[in-house]
């Protein structure tokens, strides 16, 4: 069993930042892929980036590349993302996810997740 906890949202005024946490504790091994979904009111969580534990192979969905960077760090069993130059279509539910499957970007092939954080992009 993992578990995963997400902190640091928020409300940010447009073309700000934030960085999202996300720690894990549990049975937890370096195999796992470790990714940030987000989810907005009506729509389906969809994928943001995705990071290998243990090779730091990161992916990412084209709404995002060049503003948001995933990253983490291995002694402390926590992932960040660090969202920059939000805008108000950034405005979600994130969570954080983990999961063993290749397929990194959909979310029905996670195995856990967390309790989400709410990111609020004013415009």
């Known amino acids: 069993q993992v578990q995963l906890v997400e902190s640091g949202g928020g409300l940010v005024q447009a073309g700000g930042s934030l960085r999202l946490s996300c720690a894990a504790s549990?049975?937890?091994?370096?195999?796992?892929?470790m990714a940030w979904f987000r989810q907005a009111p009506g729509k389906e969580r969809e994928f943001v980036a995705a990071?290998?534990?243990?090779?730091?192979?990161?992916r990412y969905a084209d709404s995002v590349k060049g503003r948001f960077t995933i990253s983490s760090d291995n002694a402390e069993n926590t992932v960040y993302l660090q969202m920059n130059s939000l805008k108000p279509e950034d405005t979600a539910v994130y969570y954080c996810?983990?999961?063993?499957?290749?397929?990194?970007?959909?979310?029905?092939?996670?195995?856990?997740w967390g309790q989400g954080t709410q990111v609020t992009v004013s415009s």
């Open positions: 996810g983990a999961t063993l499957s290749s397929y990194y970007n959909l979310a029905r092939r996670y195995d856990y």
């Open positions: 549990g049975r937890f091994v370096s195999g796992y892929v």
């Open positions: 990071i290998n534990w243990s090779g730091g192979t990161t």
